[in-house]
């Protein structure tokens, strides 16, 4: 595996680790190495709208898979009222398939997110956050409980932190199991004790959301991503950076590659860089046929692709997108018709049921593709997927779920024709 010299100057997210990646690191050693130096740094120095003015120049960009400017997410939030609670919540809820970046940030280096929430709901005027927790990362939890007690026994939450005005409380949600929840009005709803199905937006959270209040929702990796641009300046950040995208995100490869794991990359490598020179390409006899470059809701990319460069517009530009950054291979082995199965019949559960076109049109794939990995597809199956597709597009469905679920099968009917075309009665040997 190629050996990474990391340091806080080229791998702001996972430097801290060195090379034990078993290890957490706890409040004594976090501050050794400048740990809540930037909270401290923002809590004596800075109005809330310096903050969000660095966030907004950094230009840093939300790691949940949307890619939506982090700054200008926080300016969407009304100004702050007086006796109006606003609320930030930190979109724990990682059930994307192959993904698992966040988990690795809770619980290797639960300070770091902690320190970026107290930034964060400085800049936010925010006394109460929340960490929205898949109810799996059972270990996270543990991690995490112990991390903000750290933090609370040395004045770091509470009151008057750092001897200003600014109070914070963090709470943590666990989730009740619910790929929906990663939406997130799917998430208040949840949070609020209602049934995680998303809201109608506009109003959006920013104006009207938890308990009918201001609120702003980011992701783990985002908000791990602000105490280094608070310490160490946008510049800074932007110069990490090999691409328009700025600062470096948690990539990985899974599959049947050689080295699967998880990487603080540089934005703007390529991903032939990624699966080779880190995941070692693909194991003995087997090669590369499809890659979803960012979990189970992007579209497929073949080897052709390759030399594309991990960033939002890059891979958007090829068709597909960036999502969680955490790519995924398939070999030769596979037929598509499998794999594909294999993802809608867990998109078809996952549906949460409020819209027809989702709630009954997932199901309907599935059962198309069933057939087709039987080989008794009849003759139009493979149009019918494709029309059934085209009824589960954006803007046809109540929320993203049902776009998401279908970009696989459109894609792999777009590049792997003949794997579908072989799972038809007529074609039976
Ligand atoms: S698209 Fe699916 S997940 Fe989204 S609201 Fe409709 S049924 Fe629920």
């Not at 603080?264 to 990624?274: H, K, V």
């Amino acid at each position: 595996m190629k050996k990474i010299l990391c340091t806080s100057e080229t791998h702001p997210l996972t430097w801290w680790l060195g090379d034990n990646h078993n290890n957490t690191i706890w409040i004594t050693e976090y501050r050794n190495k400048n740990g809540y130096k930037a909270a401290e740094k923002v809590c004596k120095n800075f109005n809330p709208i310096d903050v969000i003015n660095i966030v907004k120049d950094s230009k840093l960009k939300g790691r949940g898979g949307a890619g939506f400017l982090t700054g200008n997410k926080w300016s969407l939030m009304p100004q702050y009222e007086k006796g109006v609670n606003r609320y930030l919540i930190c979109n724990a809820d990682e059930m994307e398939p192959g993904t698992y970046k966040d988990k690795f940030l809770m619980e290797h280096i639960p300070h770091q997110l902690i320190e970026g929430l107290l930034i964060s709901s400085f800049a936010l005027q925010v006394s109460r956050a929340y960490i929205f927790l898949r109810g799996e990362y059972v270990q996270a939890e543990k991690i995490l409980n112990r991390a903000i007690s750290e933090a609370k026994e040395l004045g770091f939450l509470g009151k008057n932190i750092f001897g200003s005005k600014f109070t914070l409380d963090i709470v943590i949600h666990s989730g009740a199991g619910r790929y929906i929840c990663g939406e997130e009005t799917a998430l208040i709803n949840s949070l609020e004790g209602k049934r995680a199905n998303p809201r109608y937006k506009p109003p959006f959270p920013a104006m009207v959301g938890l308990w009918g209040k201001p609120t702003c929702v980011n992701n783990v990796e985002t908000l791990s991503n602000i105490p280094s641009i608070i310490l160490n300046g946008v510049n800074w950040y932007k110069n990490l950076s090999k691409s328009n995208d700025t600062g470096t995100k948690l990539m990985g490869f899974s599959g049947r590659v050689k080295c699967p794991g998880l990487w603080e990359l540089p934005f703007g490598i390529t991903a032939n860089e990624l699966l080779h020179n880190y995941a070692q390409g693909m194991k003995k006899g087997l090669t590369l046929k499809a890659w979803l470059p960012g979990g189970a809701g992007t579209g497929f990319l073949t080897p052709e692709h390759l030399n594309v460069t991990m960033e939002f517009s890059s891979i958007s530009n090829v068709g597909s997108r960036l999502g969680t950054g955490l790519a995924m291979a398939i070999d030769n082995t596979f037929s598509m018709v499998s794999i594909v199965l294999n993802l809608e019949k867990f998109f078809s559960r996952e549906s949460c049921g409020l819209c027809t076109p989702c709630r009954d049109g997932l199901p309907w794939t599935v059962k198309i593709l069933k057939m087709l990995e039987k080989k008794r597809g009849h003759e139009n199956y493979i149009t019918l997927l494709e029309e059934l597709c085209n009824q589960l597009n954006t803007g046809r469905t109540f929320c993203a779920h049902a776009p998401g679920a279908v970009a696989p099968i459109k894609s792999a009917i777009k590049y792997f024709r003949s794997d579908f075309e072989a799972g038809l009665l007529k074609n039976k040997l």
